[in-house]
T-cell receptor, first 111, second 114 residues
Framework: GENVEQHPSTLSVQEGDSAVIKCTYS??????FPWYKQELGKGPQLIID?????GEKKDQRIAVTLNKTAKHFSLHITETQPEDSAVYFC??????????FGPGTRLSVLP | KAGVTQTPRYLIKTRGQQVTLSCSPI?????VSWYQQTPGQGLQFLFE???????NKGNFPGRFSGRQFSNSRSEMNVSTLELGDSALYLC?????????????FGPGTRLTVL
């Protein structure tokens, strides 16, 4: 089955700097890759996603890139703000199968 | 449009008891998935229901079960609770759950087993 690795497990950046979180997946047939943000006491919130027929997607300060050959995808957050501090999860999905999540990255944005 | 709702939000039980958690999906969503989230294991998939049928199942013992009603609302049940069942239980809904549609999570039910 699918296996998703995520790095780093913790990340601290200064406010205004960029943050990058990388995930690798094992099943080359996976075709949907969402990213979730989970704040303390809340459920994960979908922040951006990408499908296998697209290499990059951007939404304001957040972007996701996908490299199907290398089987990895990354979340990029620019101009980080304190409210970006949270745990971020990536997932890889094979059509018809359940979501497989990475272990999460705790991002801290230092003022 | 209302989001995914879960009840109760917090629950305290003792070992050996059973518990039932409820999830109401986003209106129009027919797929409901359940996850267990713990600090050590992350987000672990329990099962997925679509049109009142369990369609996918994760690697959890038979003490964990669920069902879905005709209005797409879902419940999960854990029998003979163990200390290790303490976790945040999340449900997520999507249009058809076939992996090509976004999945939206509820706030979770925090279960503590004493």
């Amino acid at each position: 089955g699918e296996n998703v690795e995520q790095h780093p497990s913790t990340l601290s950046v200064q406010e205004g700097d960029s943050a990058v979180i990388k995930c690798t997946y094992s099943d080359s047939a996976s075709n949907y890759f969402p990213w979730y943000k989970q704040e303390l006491g809340k459920g994960p919130q979908l922040i951006i996603d990408i499908r296998s027929n697209v290499g990059e997607k951007k939404d304001q300060r957040i972007a996701v890139t996908l490299n199907k050959t290398a089987k990895h995808f990354s979340l990029h957050i620019t101009e980080t703000q304190p409210e970006d501090s949270a745990v971020y999860f990536c997932a890889a999905i094979l059509y018809g199968q359940n979501f497989v999540f990475g272990p999460g990255t705790r991002l801290s944005v230092l003022p | 449009k209302a989001g995914v709702t879960q009840t109760p939000r917090y629950l305290i039980k003792t070992r050996g008891q059973q518990v039932t958690l409820s999830c109401s999906p986003i209106s129009g969503h027919r797929s409901v998935s359940w996850y267990q989230q713990t600090p050590g294991q992350g987000l672990q998939f329990l099962f997925e229901y679509f049109s009142e049928t369990q369609r996918n199942k994760g690697n959890f013992p038979g003490r964990f079960s669920g069902r879905q009603f005709s209005n797409s609302r879902s419940e999960m049940n854990v029998s003979t609770l163990e200390l290790g069942d303490s976790a945040l239980y999340l449900c997520a809904s999507s249009l058809d759950g076939q992996g090509s549609n976004e999945q939206f999570f509820g706030p979770g039910t925090r279960l503590t087993v004493l």
